[in-house]
């Protein structure tokens, strides 16, 4: 029959070791989603800008972002982008915690694609009419769209942005293919150490559950404050 020691997890340098991993993965969805959000709001009004070429980098940027799995944006951004850097700074980067750099900027730059198509549906969802109002006081595109549309298209848009959170969260667990010490990178590291895969493996399932859970009851609170306006 096969034993358990939960006693790893709960006291001692492997509760450590997964306490901070937990908290990297935490520190990566933070800084990740804080990052995306203004990313995401610059794309989606270049997407509605009147001017072509604009509108054309947009698209552009977004269907790289969004056709290019997770995975091969984590792989591309800590191997393959520093090759094109000076050999002094790159060595200077992989010395200096490059592997959680990394790991931000593809997690940015993949979520901030999904995000601005959510708030790009979000604008088009206000009316019409509140934007020529704007126009009508004499605001000009941007100041129409800060003070007038964005605030109505973010509370449009919160919950799919709420479901690219959660994403965002999820994906967070690839960053342990480029070494980053988050909580995936954690449990194998003490499942080696220890053998204990089962005890590891569980406190890094229960915790990216829990987490996931919460953003779901977070997307769950907003719809039922903020339903659906009948239109």
């Given at each position: 029959m096969?034993?358990?020691?939960?006693?790893?997890?709960?006291?001692?340098?492997?509760?450590?070791?997964?306490l901070?991993?937990?908290?990297?993965?935490?520190?990566?969805l933070?800084?990740s989603?804080?990052?995306?959000?203004?990313?995401?709001?610059?794309?989606?009004?270049?997407?509605?800008?009147?001017?072509?070429?604009?509108?054309?980098?947009?698209?552009?940027c977004?269907?790289v972002?969004?056709?290019?799995?997770?995975?091969?944006?984590?792989?591309?951004?800590?191997?393959a982008a520093?090759?094109?850097?000076?050999?002094?700074?790159?060595?200077?980067?992989?010395?200096?915690?490059?592997?959680?750099?990394?790991?931000?900027?593809?997690?940015?730059?993949?979520?901030?694609?999904f995000?601005?198509?959510?708030?790009r549906?979000?604008?088009?969802?206000?009316p019409?009419?509140?934007?020529?109002?704007?126009?009508?006081?004499?605001?000009?595109?941007?100041?129409?769209?800060r003070?007038?549309?964005?605030p109505?298209?973010l509370?449009?848009?919160?919950?799919?942005?709420?479901?690219?959170?959660?994403?965002?969260?999820k994906?967070?667990?690839?960053?342990?293919?480029?070494g980053?010490?988050?909580?995936?990178?954690?449990?194998?590291?003490v499942?080696?150490e220890?053998?204990?895969?089962?005890?590891?493996?569980?406190?890094a399932?229960v915790?990216?559950?829990?987490v996931?859970?919460?953003i779901?009851?977070?997307?769950?609170?907003?719809?039922?404050?903020?339903?659906?306006?009948?239109?």
């Amino acid at each position: 029959m096969p034993s358990f020691d939960f006693s790893l997890l709960i006291a001692g340098p492997y509760h450590e070791t997964l306490l901070a991993g937990l908290a990297m993965s935490l520190r990566l969805l933070v800084i990740s989603l804080m990052l995306a959000l203004p990313l995401a709001a610059a794309l989606a009004l270049l997407r509605l800008s009147p001017w072509a070429p604009l509108r054309a980098f947009a698209w552009l940027c977004v269907e790289v972002q969004r056709n290019i799995p997770p995975l091969a944006h984590l792989l591309f951004w800590y191997f393959a982008a520093p090759e094109l850097l000076p050999e002094a700074l790159r060595d200077w980067l992989y010395g200096h915690n490059f592997e959680a750099i990394a790991a931000v900027v593809a997690l940015t730059l993949y979520a901030a694609a999904f995000m601005g198509e959510d708030l790009r549906s979000g604008i088009r969802s206000v009316p019409a009419v509140q934007f020529e109002a704007g126009r009508a006081l004499g605001l000009g595109f941007l100041p129409t769209m800060r003070f007038i549309i964005l605030p109505q298209a973010l509370r449009i848009a919160t919950p799919p942005l709420l479901s690219q959170t959660l994403n965002l969260w999820k994906n967070s667990s690839l960053a342990t293919v480029i070494g980053t010490a988050e909580l995936m990178y954690a449990a194998a590291k003490v499942e080696t150490e220890t053998f204990r895969s089962f005890e590891a493996f569980a406190f890094a399932t229960v915790c990216y559950l829990t987490v996931s859970l919460a953003i779901g009851a977070l997307a769950a609170w907003f719809a039922r404050r903020y339903p659906p306006r009948s239109a």
